[in-house]
């Protein structure tokens, strides 16, 4: 097969995991100048809004709400912690557990972070319900996948 005859499936632009993945770096990108506001990165902000919802999560809990392992986000704990935004405490029940709670500083940094869902519908140009719709059919996606998984 000559160079220039490709088989379609296999073109960049025709690939969803392109589109999903392209549009990931682009949104953290634009996330970035909003968090850096705030002392946060991407990664730490997600921790931060898991604490948000609910404060004194474990970390293994922090970890699979963020569908990552606990080893890749203990440097994060520990970065949020000595900026005085979260504070890491063995459980006195099991010492190989470690539980998460917001400082005053942390809970007071919501309400800093709370215009940033609005900054990217803005930019998005689409309306809240197209984005919630959006949405909607991603987690879908995200548990197909995660149940076609082995």
């Known amino acids: 097969m000559a160079q220039n005859d490709t088989c379609s499936t296999l073109q960049l632009d025709d690939q969803l995991c392109f589109a999903l993945y392209s549009t990931s770096l682009l949104m953290t990108k634009f996330y970035k100048p909003l968090l850096q506001a705030l002392g ?26 963020l569908m990552t392992d606990t080893g890749s ?19 006195t ?33 689409a309306s809240f319900d197209d984005l919630n719709s959006l949405k909607a059919r991603l987690e ?6 995660q149940e076609a998984m082995p």
């Open 40 to 65: 946060l990165t991407y990664p730490q902000y997600l921790v931060m809004m898991t604490l948000w919802e609910e404060d004194g999560l474990t970390a293994g809990t922090i970890s699979r709400r």
């Open 73 to 91: 986000l203990t440097p994060i704990f520990k970065r949020l912690q000595a900026d005085g935004l979260l504070k890491r405490v063995r459980s």
């Open 140 to 145: 879908t996606l995200r548990a197909r996948l």
């Open 93 to 125: 029940t099991d010492e190989r557990v470690v539980e998460l709670f917001l400082t005053g500083a942390g809970r007071e940094l919501r309400e800093r972070a709370e215009e940033i869902p609005d900054c990217v519908v803005m930019a998005s140009g």
